[in-house]
């Protein structure tokens, strides 16, 4: 597998992904609990991990070509 396809599936922890997005790590909580953030492996009741692909699929999701749109 190419090295950009691992970085692809790279894990993230909550801050490391909240500094990507350039949000908040809290900011990122609130989100996954109301179930509009992006999708996350919960590995364990105490870790959580988003991976890279994720993260920029979501933000993808967020892309606009006017303010009409909602």
């Known amino acids: 597998m190419p090295d950009k ?3 692809l599936y790279r894990q993230m ?3 490391e992904a909240a500094n990507f997005l350039d949000l908040t790590p809290r ?5 996954r609990q109301r179930g509009n953030g992006p999708i996350y ?4 009741p105490r870790c ?3 991976r890279l692909k994720e993260l ?6 967020l892309l606009k070509k ?3 749109e909602i």
């Open 27 to 31: 900011m990122l909580e609130l989100m």
């Open 56 to 61: 920029i699929d979501w933000q993808d999701a």
């Open 13 to 15: 922890n909550t801050i």
């Open 48 to 50: 959580v991990k988003y």
């Open 5 to 7: 396809a691992l970085d």
């Open 41 to 44: 492996l919960k590995i364990s």
């Open 66 to 68: 006017s303010t009409i």
